[in-house]
């Protein structure tokens, strides 16, 4: 089983990047998603979930607004549409699978930086 997060890049602050997460090995259409991430220095944070319909999302506060996670069962993908970007967005992000009430599985992570 295989998460694969990629989108991440080089921004200028107020611009936007779409990352995505693909799996690979199993679905996760019954499942939350979930996308963290890590500043320099810093503990990993939780950024968003999303639920397996897609129709509960949840956002921590330093994203909310400026944040829109969303999946596609059929293509076994998840998206955060980034927007409105700033220096302090800048992380490795991660996708995670939530399954029996844990993140069990992890991607390997997605570089995005935000330029001032």
């Known amino acids: 089983v295989q998460l694969q997060a990629s989108g991440g890049g080089l921004v200028q602050a107020g611009g936007s990047l779409r990352l995505s997460c693909a799996a690979f090995g199993r679905t996760f259409s019954n499942n939350d998603m979930g996308w963290f991430r890590r500043a320099p220095g810093k503990e990993r944070e939780f950024v968003a979930r999303i639920s397996g319909s897609g129709g509960y999302t949840y956002y921590a506060d330093s994203v909310k607004g400026r944040v829109t996670i969303s999946r596609d069962n059929a293509k076994n993908t998840v998206y955060l549409q980034m927007n409105s970007l700033k220096p302090e967005d800048t992380a490795v992000y991660y996708c995670?699978?939530?399954?029996?009430?844990?993140?069990?599985?992890w991607g390997k992570g997605t570089q995005v930086t935000v330029s001032s």
């Open positions: 995670a699978a939530d399954t029996a009430g844990s993140w069990n599985y």
